[in-house]
């Protein structure tokens, strides 16, 4: 007699599952890492590989609580004959890197806990200091750009001590101001030759403070003969959010420094389009960009969609 299983599709609150994914992955990072390798190293190398694998298709998205992927080559030794070799001791052998974390006897590159444990023995080689790790880094991957990215998610998730840092914000108050925008995602620019407009431009008056949308490092402060006074700030998904044409800097703020949503970056103005400390040539506003790093690139999104977004929610947090 056949004994039919029926599965009953149980309602999640998408919000409690995400709550879960975050500290099954903690759970893992905690459980893995090691006086040389603190949890935040593992955690932020773990989150650039996802933040990659969801806006690259050359690469495979790894289905699991663990983005880190590691290829046949590293795993089982580069004259390994078996490529899906998962005895230690031939691994081992052949040079490959690939190790038994959770004690099955198998070191398996589907298996998350053998994949942690094999980052963290990568990373333990090269010793415990930040310079080591971005030794470590610059052997694994050989570019700055993602160094870069991934010390950012390492300094966020060290500094606040959690990995959920999603909150969002609007970059202006949305009380108490006056301030409008749509999108125009694409437009043609009226200065500095053919450009086409990349990011949002919200019309407030002068002064009007300018926030984080995110939490972040600030990366750029400076003036730059387009967005004038802008600020730069990138966040633990690859994503650089751009500030420009400001009439002020919050002094407290430097390169380096961590922000959060809400953090006061300047206030609106209209500097920009020639040399520095060019201002009114057109209506003060705040231009916001927002640009995705996917490992080789970095390249303009159109924040406005999120914007609404986070409007919305900014606006009904504050009720
Ligand atoms: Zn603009």
Redesign the pocket.
């Known amino acids: 007699m056949f004994v039919c299983l029926y599965i009953f599709p149980v309602y999640v609150n998408a919000s409690e599952n995400k709550e879960n994914i975050y500290q099954e992955r903690m759970h893992l990072y905690k459980t893995y890492e090691t006086p040389f390798v603190p949890w935040h190293r593992l955690a932020a190398v773990d989150q650039y590989e996802r933040n990659i694998q969801e806006v690259r298709k050359d690469i495979p998205k790894r289905d699991s609580a663990i983005a880190i992927q590691f290829s046949h080559e590293f795993w089982v030794g580069e004259f390994n004959p078996n490529v899906e070799d998962t005895s230690p001791f031939t691994i081992q052998y052949f040079g490959g890197n690939g190790h038994d974390g959770n004690g099955d006897g198998k070191a398996d590159r589907n298996d998350d806990q053998d994949v942690l444990f094999t980052m963290v023995s990568y990373l333990e080689k090269f010793g415990p200091s930040e310079e080591d790790f971005k030794n470590a880094l610059w052997e694994y991957y050989k570019n700055e750009k993602i160094i870069n990215q991934i010390m950012t998610i390492n300094e966020l998730y060290k500094h606040f001590n959690t990995i959920q840092l999603d909150k969002h914000i609007f970059p202006l108050p949305v009380r108490g101001y006056n301030y409008s925008y749509k999108g125009?995602w694409g437009a043609s620019?009226g200065w500095g030759g053919r450009r086409i407009?990349e990011?949002?431009?919200i019309f407030a008056g002068y002064g009007t403070p300018v926030l984080s949308t995110s939490y972040g490092v600030v990366e750029v402060m400076g003036w730059n003969q387009f967005g004038g006074w802008r600020v730069g700030i990138r966040d633990h998904h690859n994503t650089y959010h751009y500030y420009?044409?400001l009439a002020y800097y919050n002094k407290d703020l430097k390169v380096g420094d961590i922000v959060e949503p809400g953090t006061i970056l300047g206030g609106v103005g209209s500097s920009g389009y020639g040399k520095e400390g060019t201002s009114g040539k057109f209506p003060p506003?705040l231009?916001?960009?927002m640009y995705k790093f996917n490992g080789r690139t970095e390249w303009a999104f159109d924040p406005y969609p999120y914007l609404v977004q986070w409007e919305k929610q900014t606006k009904q947090e504050k009720k």
Do not use: C
Request: proline share 0%; no cysteine.
């Open positions: 125009t620019r407009h990011g949002t431009d420009a044409h506003h231009h916001y960009g």
